[in-house]
């Protein structure tokens, strides 16, 4: 069984050198810690989940939706619900092969009727992970298990949903090439691989979020590959056919999680080192912050979060000016005018750590994310928590 990404932390792909000179670029482009007042909502025990490496997700009513990576009753990892009153329940434990999915690392879809719809990176028939449904009533259902013979294995990317009802994602890898496929996944439970990747410039190891157009078009990052290995940004269109938007390399670093889109189509994701933006009408990329790692933090593992102004939010996994080892992450928020403020910085204790999900935001500007350890509950187990402005 492959060992989840998550568990091992990849090395920076920045180099010395241009760590170097990020700090002399981005000194004019910071803005010093803002006061914000961080709040604990939740510190995860093992038996109801830990290591929460996923962004959460909010319904009307202000109820927060996640997954942690494991813990539970079976080790596997839970589904959890964390009400406006901060009381959380588990509403899924998984039980692993062969009959359930386990280690969930992509973030919750969740309907009109409530019903959540997520994928696992582990578990399954034979192992390759799954995709599954959790009723508004409790129940859930795996609605297809991977087994890497032409659909691919190990999801790691969110879904999306079109208005029939199908399901689309990526699988990071495939037996024996180890790719990756982009996948529609139908209501009857028929799965149809969309996009094969290659060893070749047009990406491999496709992960994050997914982003589907009114056309039906379909844009992503793969995490490696591409002209110069560090990953890329592609459109999947209708017909099967795949571009390639940008090729990463050293200077902007390796995408994980994933695109946004505003309402215009401009496609907005991080990187190991840096923030971009892809213009729709004209396909231009845009670097728009590279991150200083010492203050800042580094290793955007998390799709960004913007708000109705257009500013950019996000979760540094490592570094920033928290623990006393060198930084256990940041939050931060990236104005229109490419200006970014450190709205907080993890360190020892219950205020968690590391924190690998990202955020999401209220009406009122709040943000609420997870940290994958710290808290409290136990050394692994992680952290709910709000920033208020």
Not at 94 to 112: K, M, T, V
Not at 138 to 164: A, C, H, W
Request: proline letters at 3%.
């Amino acid at each position: 069984m492959r060992q989840s990404r998550s568990i091992t932390k990849p090395s920076l792909k920045l180099t010395t050198a241009l760590m170097l000179a990020c700090l002399l670029m981005a000194a004019v482009a910071t803005q010093p810690l803002q006061a914000q007042t961080l709040r604990l909502l939740h510190s995860f025990k093992g038996p109801e989940g830990e290591f929460p490496l996923a962004s959460m997700i909010r319904d009307s009513a202000g109820n927060l939706y996640g997954t942690t990576n494991n813990g539970g009753t079976s080790g596997n990892g839970t589904v959890f619900k964390l009400s406006k009153g901060h009381i959380l329940t588990v509403l899924h434990n998984f039980a692993g092969s062969p009959n359930d999915g386990a280690n969930p690392q992509a973030a919750l879809l969740r309907d009109a009727a409530g019903n959540l719809y997520g994928t696992t990176v582990d578990g399954g028939a034979a192992g390759g992970g799954t995709v599954y449904e959790i009723d508004a009533s409790g129940t859930e259902t795996v609605l297809y298990s991977f087994i890497g013979q032409g659909d691919g294995i190990y999801p790691l990317g969110n879904l999306v949903r079109d208005k029939m009802g199908n399901l689309y994602s990526t699988t990071s890898a495939l037996v024996p090439d180890n790719t990756g496929t982009v996948f529609k996944l139908d209501k009857t439970g028929k799965l149809t691989t969309l996009y094969t990747f290659s060893a070749g410039a047009g990406g491999n190891t496709p992960t994050g979020n997914l982003v589907r157009d009114g056309s039906g078009n379909l844009y992503g990052t793969c995490e490696f590959g591409g002209e110069n290995a560090y990953g890329t940004v592609y459109k999947l269109d209708m017909t099967g056919n795949l571009t390639v938007l940008h090729s990463f390399d050293e200077t902007d670093g390796a995408p994980y999680g994933g695109l946004i889109a505003d309402a215009e189509g401009n496609l907005y994701g991080s990187t190991s080192g840096a923030v971009f933006q892809i213009t729709e009408a004209t396909g231009v990329f845009t670097l728009l912050h590279t991150f200083v790692p010492r203050t800042e933090g580094t290793e955007s593992y998390a799709t960004v979060a913007r708000d109705a102004a257009g500013n950019l939010y996000g979760a540094n996994n490592q570094l920033g000016g928290g623990c006393h080892d060198g930084g256990c992450g940041t939050i931060w928020k990236l104005d229109t005018s490419n200006l970014l403020t450190v709205l907080t910085n993890f360190g020892e204790g219950n205020r968690g750590k590391f924190p690998r999900g990202g955020v999401v935001l209220d009406k009122a500007g709040n943000l609420y994310g997870t940290t994958s350890e710290g808290g409290g509950g136990c050394r692994y187990c992680g952290t709910v928590f709000e920033i208020t402005p």
